[in-house]
Nanobody, 127 residues
């Protein structure tokens, strides 16, 4: 079983930065591609960013490109999401998710392809 624990959320003003972390345990971290998703009230969960098992490939939601950066440290079993220039529309619960990636090179934005999820961390941006 894979366990994921997010941290780093909070309440900040527009224009500020936050860095989310997700620590993974239970299996070999480098066997998994990782994704960050978010869900705002009354909205569907949406893909924010993804990274392959090695960290060599990333993908982003168009509205966060240039502001958010996903990275991973396989030695620390941790994936990060650096979020800069935050806006009120970024307010949501942010989830990290893991997808078995041995032999898989693509990054998928489909949440149904991720088998393991963290409990989420709230990010609130005030205007």
């Amino acid at each position: 079983q894979v366990q994921l624990v997010e941290s780093g959320g909070g309440l900040v003003q527009a224009g500020a930065s936050l860095k989310l972390s997700c620590v993974v345990s239970g299996r070999t971290f480098s066997n998994y591609a990782m994704g960050w998703f978010r869900q705002a009230p009354r909205k569907e969960r949406e893909f924010v960013a993804g990274i392959d098992w090695s960290g060599g490939r990333t993908d982003y939601l168009d509205s966060v490109k240039g502001r958010f950066t996903i990275a991973r440290d396989n030695a620390k079993n941790t994936v990060y999401l650096q979020m800069n220039s935050l806006q009120p529309e970024d307010t949501a619960v942010y989830y990290c998710a893991a997808r078995w990636a041995v032999g898989i090179l693509t990054i998928t934005p489909n949440p149904d392809h991720y088998a393991y999820w963290g409990q989420g961390t709230q990010v609130t941006i005030s205007s």
